[in-house]
């Protein structure tokens, strides 16, 4: 395979299509041997017809955003499927403008099985960029930023990151003597070297796509926060806390917020009853 870069990849940044990706917030997915049909089934899509090309997407997830009367709360969306050729055969590019949800972990998994999926996504707004590989089951390597990578092989993807153009030293940590990079063209130049795709305007813009509206996913049961963040510089910030703990502290919080208000003052000495009397 040729060299791919994310200077393959600049594109993106004077796309009126991808700009309107990122301001929204997308998530992209590539599944390796599953028919369209088979994966909106997977995430439990209602069938909505098919839609031509990018405008017939946005087309129809703005007809059901007006359905559900513009409510910003209710996280349903329609996604397209279409087949495109990569490594090892047909591939399903999923396309969906659902503000970077993506698909449910479970399903993801299912879909995986004896094969592969990568996807990345972007939330719009405020953008958490992510990206994530799944293999024969498992999740093999997701991240945000490149120097902070989670997943059953974590490290496994550093030669190929670096290839792409991620600033990192050979040993996956953040090398800050290398230039800086497009990291969103990087995550699509790695998403083709895992696929065999080469995503282009063109062929999202072009292609014909099964459409499925997408339901909400119920929430998730948590059992703890995570916060993990790393700066410009590669430095670390990690803090984790149980459910017990914080369930725990919003209980003393509340305890003193309900707690009765104790106002104490001091009276004045009582003044002598002769003084009283005689004025004195």
């Known amino acids: 395979m040729n060299l791919v870069t994310a200077r393959d990849y600049a594109w993106i940044r004077t796309s009126p299509l991808f700009r309107h990706a990122m301001e929204s917030g997308y998530t992209l997915t590539l599944i390796w041997g599953r028919t369209p049909r088979e994966v909106l089934s997977a995430m439990d899509a209602e069938p909505r017809g098919t839609g031509e090309g990018t405008a017939g997407l946005i087309e129809a997830d703005d007809a059901h955003r007006a359905e559900v009367d513009y409510d910003y709360g209710d996280e349903s969306y329609v996604a397209g499927a279409f087949s495109a050729p990569g490594e090892n055969g047909d591939w399903t590019l999923v396309l969906g403008f659902d503000g970077g949800l993506g698909i449910a972990g479970e399903c993801v998994e299912i879909l995986s099985q004896g094969g592969r999926v990568v996807a990345h996504s972007t939330n719009g707004g405020k953008p958490i960029h992510l990206f994530h590989w799944f293999e024969d089951g498992e999740l093999r390597t997701t991240f945000e930023g490149p120097s902070s990578r989670d997943g059953n092989t974590p490290d496994e993807l550093v030669p190929l990151l670096r290839e792409v153009g991620f600033p990192l030293t050979p040993e996956g940590e953040h090398d800050e003597s ?12 790695l998403a083709e070297i895992l696929t065999g795709i080469r995503v282009t305007e063109s062929l999202l813009q072009d292609a014909t796509y099964e459409l499925g509206l997408v339901p909400e996913q119920p929430a998730e049961e948590w059992t703890g926060v995570v916060i993990d963040i790393t700066d410009a510089h590669g430095e670390r910030l990690y803090r984790e806390w149980t459910y017990e703990e914080i369930a725990s502290a919003s209980d003393r919080v509340r305890a003193d917020a309900n707690a ?7 009276e004045p000495l009582a003044m002598d009853r002769s003084e009283h009397e005689t004025g004195e």
């Open 178 to 189: 290398a230039p800086d990079v497009d990291r969103k063209a990087a995550v699509l130049a």
């Open 260 to 266: 009765p208000v104790v106002t104490g003052y001091n």
